[in-house]
């Protein structure tokens, strides 16, 4: 990475301060770039869910999974709860998406309920294993709230063998002009579900998958406690990366904790942080870190810097870290302030193997949440920091009252917000298309096949915030 002219300002610098120069390329077409990542997590392509509780859940860790990324589930939860979840998306399909099943003598309003989990928006209505009807949000717009699904479930809907080639899966959908596919097994069992888009998505990209070839997952811990216990029993439940994670991750009781589960030797690699400064990520690495996560203050969640005046502008902190990591042969995850793919792009041209998204995916189908209306009709979810009141609550529910008050007083993060579901892009695959296509061609015009050569290639320049209004699209004129 090198500034424009060699003018490197002497002050910090966020994503929207930088632009990228296009270079001379000979990567001529956007599906040239390869996104997958070097730092060991597997990834095929450079995102990573944030360990947040309304973020990141299993339905999350799976769709995302099977695209190339990875989902950190957060510490907050127990290790049988963490366990369930990476043997739920261990169990998934590299290919078909797991279908939202009821009998038929659900009612209407079970099938509302359930609908909007999968971005697919179905429910498929199986009697005696078997695939008998699909509902949709339209089957169920006039109709009784208790009415049964088997008096308005579709019967006449696609179905292919599980082993059907996504290709044809796409043509079958194309010449019924339907949206959606049951997929069956040999024995008529329903075997998954496959959208027109999810066959194309297919042949993009390639699922982020562990040895024995199921899609991967990560989970974290924090620094209190018996913390490599705890890191033991999440690879031994099939944690594929895990992450130690605190609001201050250069801290004495951040490199005990590294050290304790470094010197277990789990065989996967270690993500810790968060740190913003060279010094922080060395320690770190020598502490057993293979990943350094990076960001203080920039989450969307994150009222840090307001309060403590603690944090860095992301878009430095991340280059100069990633250059100490790389020094070392060690990563860096860039942590937070993501809002657009641009910034994605240029978290990768400062140095960053993967970058990590909370807030922005916390406004999909994929999210844990329950989906929620505004008087104005808008779908939103709730979103929260994991510094909030509200999990710092949820985290010490079962410490005694005085010391729930304790911490009650030390919060640092929103404790709701609401975060709208983008109509054009409701789920978070949706979201990963609008991001992947960004990064690749951020690639061709840096004249990158792939993200290390991205970094190497990438020129950026500073821009004034008129220079980053220009930038944007102006839908409704001026
Ligand atoms: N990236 C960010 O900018 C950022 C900022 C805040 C939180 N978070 C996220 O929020 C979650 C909760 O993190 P957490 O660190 O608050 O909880 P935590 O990991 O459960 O505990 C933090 C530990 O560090 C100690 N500590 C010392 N100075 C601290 C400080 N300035 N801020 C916070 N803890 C400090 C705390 O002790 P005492 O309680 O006795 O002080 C406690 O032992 C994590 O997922 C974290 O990544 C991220
Ligand atoms: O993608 P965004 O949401 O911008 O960033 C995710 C990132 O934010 C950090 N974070 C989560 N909760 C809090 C909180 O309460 N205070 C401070 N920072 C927080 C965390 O690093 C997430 O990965
Ligand atoms: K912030």
Known sequence: MQFLDGQRPPYDLTYDDVFLVPNRTDVT???????????GSGTTIPVVVSNMTAVAGRRMAETVARRGGITVIPQDLPVEAVADTVAFVKSRDLVADTPVVLGPDASVSDALALMHKRAHGAVIVVEGGRPVGVVTETACADVDRFARLRSVAATNFVTVGSDASPRAVFEALEAAHEGLAILVAPDSSLAGVLTRTGAVRTGIYTPAVDGAGRLRIAAAVGINGDVAAKAKALVEAGADVLVIDTAHGHQEKMIEALSAIKSLDLQVPLAAGNVVSAAGTRDLVAAGADIVKVGVGPGAMCTTRMMTGVGRPQFSAVAECSAAAMELGASVWADGGVRHPRDVALALAAGAANVMIGSWFAGTYESPGDLRFDPAGNAYKESFGMASKRAVAARTATDSAFDRARKGL???????SRMRLDPDRPGVEDLIDHICSGVRSTCTY?????????????????????????????????
């Open 446 to 478: 840096a004249g990158a096949r792939t993200l290390p050569e991205l970094h190497e290639r990438a020129v950026l320049g500073v821009q004034s915030a008129a220079g980053f209004a220009e930038g944007r699209p102006l839908p409704s004129g001026w």
């Open 29 to 39: 077409s956007r599906f040239d770039v390869d996104l997958s990542t070097v730092d």
């Open 410 to 416: 030390f919060e640092e993060g929103i404790s709701s």
